[in-house]
């Protein structure tokens, strides 16, 4: 939880600085990543060795456009060249729903989803949400909640006094559950 407030804490601070040391903090982000891919991504391995791409020179977002972009269809083909194997077994694993046709499916490390909860929780403060406010969302796909897992996804969303109510169900009887 201490991560999560520094997270929040830097989001917070952040945002109000000037735009070229905004885009400076990106720049160097940018190039950490791209060296951590270099150094324990398999896929980008390969990429970048096929494009001659060295991650430690980049000095500017446009030294990336020799890359092609990362594609649903290649994460679904490259999946597990995807990831960085000594973190592998910590990973949190997602999917899509499918209802544009396939579900996608995807996994991120406990870092990215600090950094992503800070960002949930700033971007809620714009609109006059702080944490522990009791907060509806109307979310796709829900999260299957039974075993120790579901229990503790049920707890944390009482703690943090969140309702999450399927969207996936459009029916007259659905959406009157949904409104009470």
Sequence with gaps: MRRLFETLDFLERSQWEPRKTVEAFQLMELRRLLVHAQNHIPYYQKLFAKHGFDPYRIESVRDIECL????????????????????AKTHIHKATSGSSGQPFEFEYDRGSEVFRQAMKWRTYG????????????????PVPLAGLNGWKIRLDRALRRELYVDCIAQDEASLLRAVD
């Design 126 to 141: 714009w609109a006059g949400y702080r944490p522990g406010t009791r907060a509806l969302h109307y979310w796709g796909m």
């Design 68 to 87: 092609p972009p990362l594609t649903k269809e290649i994460v679904r083909e490259h999946r597990h060249e995807l990831v960085d194997k000594r973190t």
